[in-house]
């Protein structure tokens, strides 16, 4: 038994001395205060409201009412590998463990990345950025996921990407975990659940075609994507989705904006849009700012909770505004605000973010 561990502390200890590795990580702790506005009405209306909010987006995770408090944003430790392998192919890996506090530790996005001569393949277990408020358009402000546009979900996907001059073209097919299961459970799949998984754990699969351009200071992207696996609630299972954003950047602001329009089954089309500015005041302090906007329309009439066509229709708005302040590096005070409409309510949310980050 000795013998076995000091072998394998020998294969670790070679390994490692010809491994390009890097452990990085991030730990940002501080005070949130929020208001969020319940469903009200009538037991119909909230009926609604609980439709609307598991396609278009809910109460970010705050509890109805007033809460504040201390304690941990985030707590990530990322490890990554390279390794070249020869004839103009490599390969990275990258790993993170997430969510590590007293209660226990959580398992974070991972990674495969093989690069080719013509172009590059990925496997990752993800979940992914907000596409307006977090991506390419998301310049400045704060996130809109699960305020006004729709919450993410953990995925699971293979995609491959080539450059063709200043254009990235990717190809992407992707299987993801359910609204109502595991998106917010934090626990993804798993291998062999795909499409026939567990309904509270499996949603809908999709294919995806996207284009980026990065020219400078613009960058844009347009994308599609496809969905299968689609239910009987026609109002909120997926068809597909059209999406494009882009930024440019200023050099006194950088500017972004973006619009996305989901289609569902039953023909109803949910869009989204966003624009957001982004000013870097000195060296050291950066501003920002968004607006969010979401229209439902064309909803049909849904057995138990609605009785006629456009029940479910609403528009939702809201705005964050930001501020970070760079103590050096690697260490920051970030202040945030966002406030939005709540799902079919007249009743306004906030939160309020005053954080210390370091990275490491």
């Known amino acids: 038994m000795k013998k076995s561990l000091i072998a394998l502390a020998i ?3 070679s390994g490692a001395a010809s491994a ?11 005070y949130k205060a929020s208001t969020q506005a319940p469903n009200q009405g009538s037991a119909a209306l909230q009926g609604v409201q609980t439709v609307t909010q598991s ?8 509890p109805n009412g007033e809460a504040s408090g201390f304690g941990i944003d985030t707590s990530l430790v990322t490890f990554s590998a390279k390794e070249d392998l020869g004839g103009g192919m490599s390969i990275a890996a990258e790993m993170n463990i997430d969510g590590l506090n007293r209660a226990g530790v959580s398992g974070g996005d991972s990674s495969l990345k093989l690069t080719t001569s013509v172009g590059r393949l990925t496997l990752q277990t993800y979940k992914p950025v907000d596409y307006l408020s977090g991506g390419i358009s998301g310049v400045g402000g704060v996130g809109m996921d699960n305020k006004v546009f729709p919450a993410r979900g953990l995925k699971d996907s293979v995609g491959f990407d080539t450059k063709l001059g200043p254009v990235f073209v990717g190809l992407a097919h992707g299987e993801q975990a359910s609204t109502s299961g595991g998106s917010t459970s934090g ?6 659940a795909g499409g026939a998984g567990a309904a509270s754990t499996t949603g809908q699969r999709y294919n995806s075609l996207s284009a980026t351009y990065l020219g400078g200071a613009l960058v844009a992207n347009v994308n599609y994507l496809v969905y299968d696996g689609r239910t009987d609630n026609v109002n909120t299972s997926y068809k597909d989705v059209i999406r494009t954003a882009a930024s440019y950047d200023f050099g006194v602001a950088k500017v972004g904006g973006g ?7 039953g023909g109803a089309t949910l869009t989204d849009s966003l624009i957001a500015v982004s000013v870097p005041v000195t060296p050291a302090l950066t501003l920002g700012a968004n607006f969010a906007n979401e229209t439902l329309s064309g909803s049909i009439a849904q057995t138990g909770v609605s009785s006629s066509a456009g029940a479910l229709d609403q528009t939702r708005n ?3 505004l930001s501020a970070s302040y760079a103590l050096s590096k690697r260490t920051s005070v970030i202040a945030s605000y966002a406030n939005w409409l709540s799902a079919v309510g007249k009743d306004r949310s906030s939160e309020t973010n005053l954080l210390l980050s370091h990275s490491f």
């Open 20 to 30: 390009q590795v890097t452990i990085t990580g991030n730990y940002t702790f501080g």
């Open 187 to 192: 626990v993804g799949m798993g291998l062999g």
């Open 11 to 13: 294969v670790a200890i």
């Open 55 to 62: 396609l278009a987006g809910g109460n970010a995770g705050n």
């Open 259 to 265: 619009i996305s329009v989901l289609t569902v089954t």
């Open 318 to 320: 809201g705005y964050g």
